[in-house]
């Protein structure tokens, strides 16, 4: 489904450690920031990693930017970066079946 892309999503260094820690091989869906302590974190890449972990067969995101498609979707980030007072709501579910 659609979430926000590693292009929009810059986090603190201390986050990479944290997932590091927690997960390893994470390390890979984190790329360099703006700046030495920043970096863009790949989260579509690594939910997918970790629904194939856990032995989901069929995922995939749909490629849509959360942070970027302001006309379609609601973002937390975005309004934050604006300065924007109060942000829509979206939620995401992931389903099992058998």
């Given at each position: 489904g659609p979430c926000?892309?590693?292009a929009s999503y810059e986090v603190g260094a201390d986050y990479e450690a944290r997932f590091a820690t927690?997960?390893?091989g994470s390390e890979r869906f984190f790329i360099a920031g703006s700046s030495d302590d920043k970096r863009q974190f790949d989260l579509p890449g690594f939910v997918l990693w970790r629904l194939e972990q856990?032995?989901?067969t069929q995922a995939a995101?749909?490629?849509d930017d959360t942070r970027t498609d302001e006309a379609r979707f609601y973002s937390n980030r975005r309004a934050y970066l604006n300065g924007e007072p109060d942000f829509g709501r979206l939620i995401g579910a992931i389903a099992l079946s058998e």
């Open positions: 926000i892309s590693q927690e997960a390893p856990a032995g989901v995101w749909t490629g």
